[in-house]
């Protein structure tokens, strides 16, 4: 049967679950999904921000990822105009000769499986839309039919365009959905169906009516469905967040989840409680207590009983590429948490003191609200490789009785900045690299190895034995990257690149978490899910998500992981 035909069967009217202010609860859930794929895993993951580029795919409808509205024109791609906007992101009108647009789907490479999918676009109100790197099979009122194409002159590029070149003043364009064709059967979320003939007797949902029911793409879940808790740093835009009340939070109804704000809460919560697993909340470093009070009531109403919310204060305040950290630096120099107890000054020590001090009302803050802390797990964190911050964050205060588990990243591999590093690394090639990553045999690369990251570890577990408190991962993962003046060099990330896709990758990820688990008990967070490769990293677990497992060693060693090593 032709996919984009599906749309012609006979679809079951389903009520929406989905209010404004109400919990969102995906259809699945309601009559009685579980997952039972994560019982005793080892693992959780970060996921990637939501984003145009972004390769993870994690709604149903793609427009929540999609670049928010912008300015444009006949003759220019983006004008820098700004645009009239309702609360929720839609264009309420354009001037004389404006257009407004978004893309969606960017980024090189595109994923192999998306290249000639076709989607429903639909979208309220009067008006003229057009596109560009797309087939155009049908257009009618409130309905397109489009089909995905590679961009003129590539085979590896994918970038859908969509433009509204007039709008209705007094009906506009607005609510746009971009979905798949297609849908499921309602007990099983995971798995894309073509149409009703593939489901038992009244039980397929159209992508169609029921993207708002449904949320979440299967074909995400079914990669995520093993893992035991999420980490949703990057949904929630945490570096550099500008985020201080909870008032202007991002919220469902919003045309795009792919703003500065994030992911809505509302929504985090719906997965974790479809996929029976932990959220690890990060609280925005300038969110002041009324924004903590909202955000724990929320938690506390809609997370469903079995599960612990993570509560982590920002993300790595002590990295000095983040907003956070000069901000928590400041406020430690004003509140003289910089002065030691020799009288001397020291602003780092200041800086993690100040760290220590709000996370603790924060973790304050969640008690009050959710009666009690059974239902979170506070975490502290540091860099991985400076135990000197892991004492001082747990020895301000009360943050020892206040902490339930510390987090470090330990990442192997390294960040290349310096050309004898990047010689040496060449000169070793794959084979030598795999040697050293193992045996920890190479002067030159003095620091990435499994051995040495295992000191790391045991430096941490050395001083958290003091205070009695249990260490876990942040993030974690290989991390070879190359950085500063090296960032484009050609050479040096194709090895990386090749690093990365060898088969044995799988073997070097299982030997880390092994020495993990002989370390602490504590589930490990890998970073990240699934994102694409770039000379800004090569995070992703899974490049694309139509990746197959024999092609992605990192995820295979993870899968094989969870398989193998199960946790009570």
């Not at 990251?453 to 190359?482: C, K, M, W």
């Amino acid at each position: 049967m032709n996919p984009l035909a599906v749309l012609l069967l006979p679809i079951l009217c389903w009520a929406p679950l989905v209010t404004q202010g109400a919990a969102i609860v995906p259809i699945s859930q309601t009559v009685g999904f579980t997952n039972s794929a994560n019982l005793n895993s080892p693992l959780g993951s970060n996921l990637s921000s939501v984003v145009d580029f972004s390769s993870e795919l994690p709604f149903v409808n793609h427009m929540r990822m999609a670049r928010p509205w912008f300015s444009a024109s006949s003759t220019t791609f983006q004008d820098n105009r700004p645009l009239q906007l309702d609360l929720n992101g839609n264009v309420l009108s354009l001037e004389p000769g404006q257009f407004a647009r978004t893309v969606v789907f960017t980024g090189t490479p595109a994923d192999p499986g998306l290249a000639g999918k076709g989607f429903h676009l639909f979208y309220k109100g009067q008006g003229r839309l057009s596109y560009n790197n797309v087939d155009v099979l049908s257009q009618s009122p409130g309905h397109d039919v489009i089909r995905l194409r590679t961009i003129s002159g590539s085979d590896t590029e994918l970038t859908a365009i969509i433009t509204i070149e007039q709008t209705d003043i007094a009906d506009p364009v607005r609510d746009l959905r971009l979905v798949l064709p297609g849908g499921i059967c309602v007990k099983n979320p995971l798995q894309r169906v073509k149409g009703v003939n593939d489901c038992p007797p009244d039980e397929f949902l159209a992508f169609s009516r029921h993207d708002q029911d449904i949320l979440f793409n299967p074909e995400f879940l079914q990669r995520i469905q093993s893992y035991r808790s999420l980490r949703f740093m990057d949904w929630m835009r945490t570096n550099n967040s500008t985020q201080t009340s909870f008032d202007k939070r991002p919220l469902p109804q919003h045309q795009f989840w792919s703003t500065e704000s994030g992911v809505p809460l509302e929504v985090m919560i719906a997965l974790v409680n479809l996929m029976d697993m932990d959220p690890w909340f990060n609280i925005p470093h300038l969110a002041n207590d009324d924004y903590v009070r909202a955000f724990a009531t929320l938690v506390d109403q809609d997370m469903e009983p079995g599960r612990r919310a993570y509560i982590e204060y920002s993300n790595e305040v002590w990295n000095g590429l983040f907003t956070q950290t000069g901000y928590a630096t400041k406020k430690g120099i004003q509140l003289g948490l910089n002065i030691l107890d020799n009288g001397q000054i020291d602003d780092a020590t200041g800086m993690v003191r100040f760290y220590s001090r709000r996370a603790q009302r924060i973790f304050d803050l969640f008690s009050e609200v959710m009666g009690g802390s059974d239902r979170i797990r506070r975490v502290m964190a540091t860099q991985a490789v400076v135990p000197y911050f892991t004492e001082e964050i747990l020895k301000f205060g009360k943050a020892r009785s206040k902490t339930d588990v510390f987090a470090i990243a330990p990442y192997f591999g390294d960040t290349i900045v310096d050309q004898t590093k990047r010689d040496e690394l060449l000169s070793l090639g794959v084979d030598g690299v795999f040697d050293w990553l193992q045996n920890d045999n190479n002067a030159v690369l003095d620091f990435g190895s499994l051995p040495s990251i295992d000191r790391v570890i045991l430096n941490q577990l050395q001083v958290l034995r003091q205070f009695g408190i249990p260490l876990t991962s942040y993030e974690g993962g290989q991390h070879f990257l190359a950085a500063g003046s090296l960032s484009n060099d050609a050479e040096l990330n194709n090895l990386m690149d090749a690093l990365n896709r060898d088969p044995r990758m799988k073997s070097i990820y299982l030997a880390y978490l092994k020495k993990w688990r002989k370390r602490t008990g504590e589930v490990f967070h890998h970073y990240v899910h699934t994102d694409r490769w770039s000379v800004f990293g090569r995070w992703g677990a899974l490049e694309f998500p139509s990746q197959k497992l024999k092609d992605a060693p990192k995820f295979n060693a993870l899968m094989t992981y969870i398989e193998t090593t199960p946790l009570p």
